[in-house]
């Protein structure tokens, strides 16, 4: 993701660079370098904003039982070895949470794939 496609997934998105700051658990100063491009942007957070311009997810799904801390952590590791090392370390609870996903969707008559 360059920085051009950054600010304009926070324009589409609404988000202020403090607001997705918040969002991936990274200081203003660090969105504010991603958006100037002066650092690259982590392939996780990339896709979670992709993701979420697209409309494929909402902030909700992001917070189904998960610590949001966890999401932050996989979100802003630039190193990709360090996120498939954490990914793989997290199999078990990733699969937990997809069937909680998958259960919460069923029970409110939701099918979103």
């Known amino acids: 993701m360059t920085a051009n496609q950054y600010r304009a997934a926070l ?3 609404g988000y202020s660079q403090e607001g997705v700051a ?7 100063r660090t969105s504010q370098g ?6 690259p942007i982590p ?5 979670l904003l992709r993701l ?9 799904d992001i917070d189904a039982d998960v610590p949001l801390e966890d999401v932050r952590h996989a979100a802003t590791h630039s190193n990709i070895s360090t ?3 954490y990914s793989r370390s ?6 937990k949470v997809m069937r ?14």
């Open 11 to 13: 324009a589409k998105l």
């Open 22 to 28: 918040e969002l991936l658990g990274i200081g203003k």
């Open 34 to 39: 991603y958006a100037l491009g002066e650092y």
């Open 43 to 47: 392939a996780a957070a990339a896709i």
């Open 52 to 60: 979420l311009a697209a409309g494929k997810i909402s902030v909700k």
């Open 83 to 85: 996120t498939q090392g």
């Open 90 to 95: 997290k199999e078990k609870k990733t699969a």
């Open 100 to 113: 909680l996903r998958v259960a919460a969707r069923n029970k409110s008559g939701t099918n979103v794939a």
